[in-house]
């Protein structure tokens, strides 16, 4: 009979700066059906039947035919019938794996490469949230809790400066968030996403603090994210692309 093949045992690296250059292969696990609407609840797209600032009868273009107003102030859905309470509850595992949320929590207005059906932020629709302080306060939370899944805390006390630190549970999230795999990691693109969703909202201290804390990942901790430095750069320097 053929000898068996031993499996592969990990080894935990016992300094912080060793963490990242066995972490290079990445898992791939399918990704989970939308959760199912319960009986009464909002229809997938609820939200865009009448687009906030649009008229009846298609007179006017409507301002968000997507519906990403209604589905930030909790009256509507995404285009799989997910509130967005819903998916801030989203596990970590979740969020690794599932793709087409991360669009709605954090809209830009350049189409998305892996979700064609992603809503668009537009110039009207930065305007209502530069000027919607609810909105922006929607934002943040998701701010935070896309913080907790990059291992990374967003600190917003009132009266107290924004930051957002190194989290006691950072290291957990190094293989799926901060290895790399050819040079990269697709969270380090949603990272992208997030610098310019809160530029062009105007959450310009919740953008300056994030991109602060990742250029301390770099280079105080040593993060291999190297090659994203520049593109995080420029999207921390986004502003509103409305005329004011």
């Not at 990445?26 to 600032?53: F, H």
């Not at 934002?139 to 600190?155: H, K, P, S, V």
């Not at 107290?160 to 950072?170: E, G, I, S």
Request: hydrophobic share 35%; aromatic share 8%.
């Amino acid at each position: 009979s053929r000898p068996s093949t031993p499996k592969p045992v990990p080894v935990r690296p016992r300094v912080m700066g060793s963490l990242f250059g066995s972490l290079c292969a990445r898992r791939t696990v399918a990704q989970p059906e939308a959760p199912a609407l319960q009986a009464g609840s909002m229809k997938p797209g609820s939200g865009s039947s009448r687009p906030e600032g649009g008229a009846a009868g298609g007179q006017t273009k409507p301002l968000d035919p997507a519906g990403l107003l209604p589905f930030f102030r909790g009256t509507g859905t995404d285009n799989r019938g997910r509130s967005l309470e819903t998916i801030r509850g989203l596990d970590h595992n979740a969020m690794e794996v599932i793709h087409d949320y991360i669009q709605w929590m954090f809209p830009t207005d350049e189409a998305s490469m892996f979700n064609m059906d992603a809503p668009v932020l537009t110039p009207d629709i930065q305007r209502v949230f530069v000027g919607d302080p609810a909105l922006q306060q929607e934002l943040r939370l998701n701010l935070e809790r896309f913080c907790d899944f990059l291992g990374l805390e967003f600190q917003h006390e009132e009266g107290k400066p924004v930051a957002v630190v190194v989290a006691k549970h950072f290291e957990e999230r190094i293989p799926d968030c901060w290895s790399c795999m050819f040079g990269g990691n697709h969270n380090w693109l949603r990272i992208s996403r997030v610098l310019m969703c809160l530029g062009r909202c105007g959450l310009f201290e919740e953008q300056k603090a994030f991109f602060t804390c990742l250029e301390a990942l770099h280079t105080d901790m040593k993060v291999p994210c190297g090659s994203s430095m520049p593109h995080w750069r420029s999207r921390a320097q986004t502003r509103p692309a409305f005329d004011q």
